[in-house]
């Protein structure tokens, strides 16, 4: 069955340092999301993409954020200079229509 | 602004016994719900998708239902075993624009099932 699939599965970091998060959808899925889940709280939205550009994001995705669907499989998320308070679990989720899958997740990890 | 809420925060049932896991969202205007399980330190994996326009979603021992008007979801599970161990999350779409739609979730029933 197709899944989503996320690397790393969890990256350590030092705090202003750039991290990239990797997916990589389902094949014939056309939107694409990327959520937080910080440790104890609820899974919050940051970005939807759709047809190579940003649908809707969130007040947390700011400038220091960035999407990219560099070829017809990957997808990435993009901090450009990370904080302590973006440790966080990180997920991946695609759909074709209703029904999003999400992937396992990359722990990050702001030290 | 939409909020879901869900009720209780954490379960402990022997195991055999029949559970109802409550969620509750508060604008009614919603295209589907969806219930979704997560395992310790792990991802989501998608239970059950219902439809606004349906009452009941089953999928093996899990039985969904919706009732926008109230605004509120409950997920039965009959015959619980250890294994359905987990935490429990339902999330509601906001669309987002061009097609997308951005779900919010809440924050889980804690599930354990004592063998």
């Known amino acids: 069955e197709p899944e989503v699939t996320q690397t790393p599965s969890h990256q350590v970091t030092q705090m202003g340092q750039e991290v990239i998060l990797r997916c990589v959808p389902i094949s014939n899925h056309l939107y694409f999301y990327w959520y937080r889940q910080i440790l104890g709280q609820k899974v919050e939205f940051l970005v939807s993409?759709?047809?190579?550009?940003?649908?809707?994001k969130s007040e947390i995705f700011d400038d220091q954020f960035s999407v990219e669907r560099p070829d017809g499989s990957n997808f990435t998320l993009k901090i450009r200079s990370t904080k302590l308070e973006d440790s966080a679990m990180y997920f991946c989720a695609s759909t074709l229509r209703s029904e999003q899958f999400f992937g396992p997740g990359t722990r990050l990890t702001v030290l | 602004k939409q909020e879901v809420t869900q009720i209780p925060a954490a379960l402990s049932v022997p195991e055999g016994e029949n559970l109802v896991l409550n969620c509750s969202f508060t604008d009614s205007a919603i295209y589907n719900l969806q219930w979704f399980r997560q395992d310790p330190g792990k991802g989501l994996t998608s239970l059950l998708l219902?439809?606004?326009?349906?009452r009941e979603q089953t999928s093996g021992r899990l039985n969904a239902s919706l009732d926008k008007s109230s605004g509120r979801s409950t997920l039965y599970i009959a015959a619980s075993q250890p294994g359905d161990s987990a935490t429990y999350l339902c999330a509601v779409p906001k669309y987002s624009g061009a097609g997308s739609y951005q779900l919010t979730f809440g924050k889980g029933t804690k599930l354990s099932v004592i063998p």
């Open positions: 219902i439809q606004s326009s349906q």
């Open positions: 993409f759709y047809n190579n550009e940003i649908s809707e």
